[in-house]
């Protein structure tokens, strides 16, 4: 019986320490920003994103999407990835939902390298108090 609570409490503090571990990694300093090779901006990033997008919408026909233009950014894929640098470009996106009516406009970022899409985050991945600076 206490063996089951022991291995919740091990388990409950095995999980804790993983995600503190995620909240503290590590950001590049500014000399790394203005030295880093971001390489050449995206080419058409619209296009490219609109093709990721609308294939996951419900009615992509009625998806309103604006676009930021394309900045200077680094991203890490996951943890144990290594930062890299490349041009982000946020798009609002404003879809309809089940019942037809549009659900609010919601961010998403493309991070592009090589002109290529590497990196997608989602609304559910950022802070809502963060969608306008990050």
Not at 25 to 32: E, F, H, S, V
Not at 57 to 74: H, M, N, V
Not at 95 to 115: C, I, M, Q, V
Request: charged share 25%.
């Amino acid at each position: 019986m206490y063996a089951k609570y022991i291995t919740t409490l091990v388990l409950s503090i095995w999980v804790g320490v993983l995600v503190s571990g995620c909240a503290t990694a590590p950001k590049p300093n500014p000399d790394a920003l203005q030295s880093a090779d971001y390489g050449p901006p995206p080419g058409n990033p619209e296009r490219q994103i609109k093709l990721a997008i609308l294939g996951t919408l419900k009615d992509p026909e009625s998806a309103r999407i604006d676009f930021d233009p394309p900045a200077k950014a680094y991203f890490r894929k996951d943890l144990y990835q290594p930062l890299q640098y490349g041009w982000r470009v946020r798009v609002w996106v404003n879809e309809k939902n089940s019942l037809g009516d549009y659900t609010g406009a919601r961010p998403r970022w493309f991070y592009f390298r090589e002109d290529h899409i590497e990196f997608v985050e989602t609304a559910d991945m950022v802070p809502a108090k963060e969608w306008a600076t990050h």
